[in-house]
């Protein structure tokens, strides 16, 4: 028992008393004063404010698009250069690895020949892929400069461009008769001129279009045999 009371008077035995409670009180930290903002201002800093840097020619910067390499004015250029065959072609512009535009007419020319009732995507995809890979092969051994794979793409792709409208044709009437194989040959002789005459021009070989509208020919006739078949 005795050990008990002892546990209790200390823990109940402490040296706080309620003056050293009213001392602490008036220790406690005053809250600080309304300080005027010219009394701030007036200390006279000798910095610098900050203030976001502006760049003069942030709206003066391309489009985004135009840093993807779309380009609507090339696109349009070489567009109608494929729809006038007798329109000289503007070599700077043609020798360019734009593949925007022969993705459109590509799935136009399937869409058009499945709205005419031929599911042909796997062969425009595939004609086409081997036909640039042979056209590439030809144009490098033909001409000493070279080209590159992206441009006969870019190129073949836009001058596809008639045998869109041919499959369109082919949704309102049949094209197997003498109506349409002379339409066939005509498209053919459209997509191969026009082909040609943009790599003679991206390419400087003179005298040699008629070389190159061969095999042109060839591969657009077998899109004409699709679209006819």
């Given at each position: ?8 008077s200390?823990?109940?035995?402490s ?31 000798a ?12 709206y ?13 004015d090339?696109?349009?250029?070489k567009?109608w ?17 734009d ?6 007419f ?21 004609m ?5 890979l ?22 073949l ?18 094209l ?24 003679i ?13 061969y ?9 004409a ?5």
């Amino acid at each position: 028992m005795s050990n008990l009371a002892q546990f209790d008077s200390d823990f109940y035995q402490s040296n706080f008393t309620i003056d050293n409670q009213e001392q602490q009180a008036g220790e406690q930290p005053q809250p600080a004063s309304f300080v005027p903002s010219e009394t701030l201002m007036s200390t006279g800093y000798a910095g610098q404010f900050f203030q976001p840097a502006s760049n003069s020619d942030y709206y003066s910067q391309s489009p985004y698009i135009d840093k993807l390499g779309i380009h609507f004015d090339h696109i349009w250029q070489k567009t109608w250069t494929v729809l006038n065959p007798m329109k000289p072609a503007d070599g700077s512009i043609m020798n360019e690895t734009d593949l925007t535009g022969p993705i459109l007419f590509c799935i136009a020319l399937g869409a058009t020949l499945l709205l005419a009732g031929k599911v042909q995507f796997g062969y425009v995809y595939g004609m086409s892929a081997i036909g640039c890979l042979v056209i590439h092969a030809l144009l490098n051994l033909m001409s000493s400069s070279g080209v590159s794979y992206g441009c006969v793409a870019s190129v073949l792709g836009y001058c596809l461009l008639p045998m869109v409208i041919l499959s369109g044709c082919a949704m309102f009437f049949s094209l197997q008769g003498t109506f349409g194989t002379v339409s066939s040959l005509v498209i053919i002789g459209w997509c191969s001129l026009s082909a040609s005459k943009i790599f003679i021009a991206a390419l400087h070989m003179e005298g040699q279009q008629l070389l190159v509208a061969y095999p042109c020919a060839l591969l657009y006739g077998l899109f004409a045999l699709l679209t006819i078949f």
